[in-house]
């Protein structure tokens, strides 16, 4: 079985200042790990995934995130923060390929000028 | 490519009444989803498709039915409505290992 957890409901930053949201996962397999968007009255959009290749992972809009197996975590961050930023990200988890998402419960992401 | 939509965008629902959600994808993805979305809960399973023809129950499935006729629908139907559904409900089809949303509909039940 897969879960996700995501540290912290809601997460402040100034512009120009490092982002770091936290994802935990728990997975009876190896796991694919992904990280969505999701704007306002939107739906989710694909920022990056980890499909067991490379463990560090350059997703769009400059956000990465590094697969830490030992520690079982999947940070997303970004250097600098954009008031375009602002938005809810959502960690999720799945056991292979095509398989069922398990999503965590979100991040809000609030950028202050 | 339309991706995925989903109609319609809003609809409030009296307790008992039914209604159909429809989702449609234009990429020939076998894989379809229904999620649900509530504050602070993340999204949840209602059910999901790896194909047509044939549809299984994800994580929280009471109330809702599904069908898949063809590879480009997948509709969500309740059959009789009830508060605790209120939600903003997602469909989403994948092909390998992303999944591509749909814009959402917002339900809401009185």
């Known amino acids: 079985a897969q879960s996700v957890t995501q540290l912290g409901s809601h997460v402040s930053v100034s512009e120009g200042a490092l982002v770091l949201l936290r994802c935990n996962y728990s997975?009876?397999?190896?796991?694919?790990l992904f990280w969505y968007v999701q704007y306002p009255n939107q739906g989710l959009q694909l920022l990056l995934k980890?499909?067991?290749?490379?463990?560090l992972v350059k997703g769009i809009n400059g956000f990465e995130a590094e697969f830490k197996k030992s520690e079982t975590s999947f940070h997303l961050t970004k250097p600098s923060a954009h008031m375009s930023d602002a938005a809810e990200y959502f960690c999720?988890?799945?056991?292979?390929?095509?398989?069922?998402?398990?999503f965590g419960t979100g991040t809000r992401l609030q950028v202050f000028p | 490519n339309a991706g995925v939509t989903q109609t319609p965008k809003f609809r409030i629902l009296k307790i008992g009444q039914s209604m159909t959600l429809q989702c449609t994808q234009d990429m020939n993805h076998n894989y379809m989803y229904w999620y649900r979305q509530d504050p602070g809960m993340g999204l949840k399973l209602i059910y999901y498709?790896?194909?047509?023809?044939?549809?299984d129950k994800g994580e929280v499935p009471n109330g809702y039915n599904v069908s898949r006729s063809t590879t480009e629908d997948f509709p969500l139907r309740l059959e009789l409505a009830a508060p605790s559904q209120t939600s903003v409900y997602f469909c989403?089809?994948?092909?390998?290992?992303?999944?591509?949303f749909g814009p959402g509909t917002r339900l809401t039940v009185l």
């Open positions: 980890y499909t067991s290749a490379a463990t």
């Open positions: 997975s009876s397999v190896p796991p694919y």
């Open positions: 989403a089809s994948s092909y390998k290992t992303e999944q591509f």
């Open positions: 999720a988890v799945s056991g292979g390929n095509t398989d069922k998402l398990i």
């Open positions: 498709s790896v194909g047509a023809g044939i549809t």
